[in-house]
């Protein structure tokens, strides 16, 4: 029995009526019981994983998608999915956590300075997420933190709110590591929110309730398009209504873990509008190819071909008006955002000690004004990024329009993330430069923020 299923009612550790109404009681629970579990002994903070799907060469490699388990088609394709509820409105501007998210944000914390910054290098250089890495994120429960509790879930209300916090918290062991956890999570959250009945039936048990010889699928959300300029809204990816049901064609870019995906959700231009397409990784006509960047390189990034890839004109996910992929878009940058704040804090941990240690003429380093005075800024651009993001995730939790607070904050984190960065290897001197200490990592990481469209979301 897993951590998350001892933890259900009925469970050896099964909560109470009481515990089960509060929306993250699972996620708090179980997140708790991890500390006493042996989930990081198992891990081998030296060991390179041995289960990885693929490892990229400098050639890289070109290969079709994994053969995906079947999904069987379950449900009325004409209702409606269950959809979370807004989390209530106080009118009070308070972004404190309470005392539920903040043990959930302590516990993620721990998990990710404790298993994901000491696999992080390895990682970042084989292009791969550890096997073992991503089997410490299911154990926590992070591929159903944003479903509601009659689809599997542990939420009760939208929790846009706890997932932001669950991103930056994870971000501060490491961006690559933590956007290849969250993003089979960012799948089962937009069948949450956007998912017909026949959808969520198909798809979601996989996530929710895996076999017992088989677990959690990788899955990715593939907006991004490796073209110049391009708009996440105006979608190059086609697709096209023939008589059986939806052609596409396209490519798309920055697909995590994209070559063991067993399920996408594909951004296409459907009639003039943008609209989200599941597309099963056994579906012919898909290719990836290996596509490593600067940065989030431990995500396992690739690029999906689509040529002729025929699905079912029920594959739509929410509505076709474009009016669902808008919200897929901000909710990912929304993401983004909250990864951002988790390096940036990260850059911050580090470099206080390391220059008030740092000695040049005789005294710590920290004694010159201009070393002082950059410190003091990462902290202040870090906290007007934190509380940005912070109001748009409490918007989008209690179902207001969020456009305007996801923009400003994706505009602040992409600007001053890279700066934060830069600053910290500044701060290091020639140790910034070096794979010795993990800034220059954490600045290529958060170079990403500004480019990359989709991937996760919350």
């Given at each position: 029995m897993s951590l998350i299923q001892s933890l259900r009612p009925g469970g050896k550790h099964g909560l109470s009526s009481k515990e089960s109404r509060d929306p993250i009681g699972y996620a708090v629970a179980a997140l708790s019981r991890l500390a006493q579990s042996d989930v990081l002994d198992r891990v081998g903070l030296r060991k390179q994983a041995e289960h990885t799907v693929f490892?990229?060469?400098?050639?890289?490699f070109k290969t079709a998608t994994t053969a995906s388990r079947p999904f069987a088609r379950s449900?009325?394709?004409?209702?409606?999915?269950?959809?979370?509820?807004?989390?209530?409105?106080?009118?009070v501007f308070d972004l404190t956590p309470t005392e539920d998210e903040q043990m959930l944000v302590d516990v993620v914390t721990e998990l990710a300075q404790e298993v994901l910054r000491p696999a992080a290098a390895e990682a970042d250089e084989a292009c791969a997420a550890p096997a073992e890495v991503l089997a410490a994120g299911l154990e926590v429960g992070l591929p159903i933190l944003g479903l509601p509790e009659e689809l599997g879930g542990i939420s009760e209300e939208r929790s846009a709110v706890a997932g932001a916090l669950v991103a930056e918290a994870l971000a501060r062991g490491d961006m690559g590591l933590a956007v290849a956890s969250l993003a089979p999570g960012s799948v089962a959250t937009a069948l949450g929110l956007w998912g017909s009945e026949e959808q969520q039936q198909t798809y979601l048990p996989a996530f929710t309730e895996p076999a017992a010889d088989a677990t959690v699928p990788a899955a990715a959300l593939a907006l991004g398009e490796p073209s110049v300029l391009f708009d996440p809204l105006?979608?190059?990816?086609?697709?096209?209504?023939?008589?059986?049901?939806?052609?596409?064609?396209?490519v798309k870019s920055g697909v995590v873990r994209g070559a063991e995906a067993e399920l996408f959700v594909v951004g296409a231009e459907l009639d003039g509008s943008p609209v989200l397409v599941l597309v099963e990784s056994s579906t012919p006509g898909l290719e990836v190819v290996a596509d490593p960047g600067m940065g989030v390189r431990a995500a396992g990034i690739t690029r999906l071909t689509l040529t002729d890839v025929a699905v079912p004109a029920d594959a739509v996910l929410g509505a076709t008006d474009g009016t669902t992929y808008a919200e897929c878009v901000r909710l990912s940058r929304l993401a983004w955002c909250a990864l951002a704040v988790g390096t940036g804090q990260a850059?911050?941990?580090?470099?206080?000690?390391?220059?008030?240690?740092?000695?040049?003429?005789?005294?710590?380093?920290?004694?010159?004004?201009?070393?002082?005075?950059?410190?003091?800024?990462?902290?202040?651009?870090?906290?007007?990024?934190?509380?940005?993001?912070?109001?748009?995730?409490?918007?989008?939790?209690?179902?207001?329009?969020?456009?305007?607070?996801?923009?400003?904050?994706?505009?602040?984190?992409?600007?001053?993330?890279?700066?934060?960065?830069?600053?910290?290897?500044?701060?290091?001197?020639?140790?910034?430069?070096?794979?010795?200490?993990?800034?220059?990592?954490?600045?290529?990481?958060?170079?990403?923020?500004g480019v990359m469209e989709g991937a996760v979301l919350i």
């Open positions: 490892t990229i060469t400098r050639a890289g449900g009325r394709g004409d209702a409606v999915g269950a959809r979370p509820t807004s989390a209530p409105r106080t009118g105006t979608p190059a990816t086609t697709a096209t209504r023939t008589g059986e049901g939806l052609v596409l064609n396209g850059v911050l941990d580090y470099v206080t000690p390391y220059v008030k240690e740092r000695e040049a003429f005789g005294e710590p380093i920290a004694h010159r004004q201009s070393v002082a005075f950059m410190v003091a800024n990462i902290a202040i651009e870090l906290q007007a990024m934190r509380l940005l993001t912070w109001k748009a995730a409490a918007r989008a939790a209690a179902g207001k329009d969020f456009s305007r607070e996801v923009g400003l904050a994706r505009r602040l984190c992409a600007e001053k993330g890279m700066q934060i960065g830069l600053d910290g290897v500044q701060l290091l001197g020639g140790h910034g430069y070096v794979k010795e200490h993990p800034v220059e990592r954490w600045y290529r990481d958060l170079r990403a923020v």
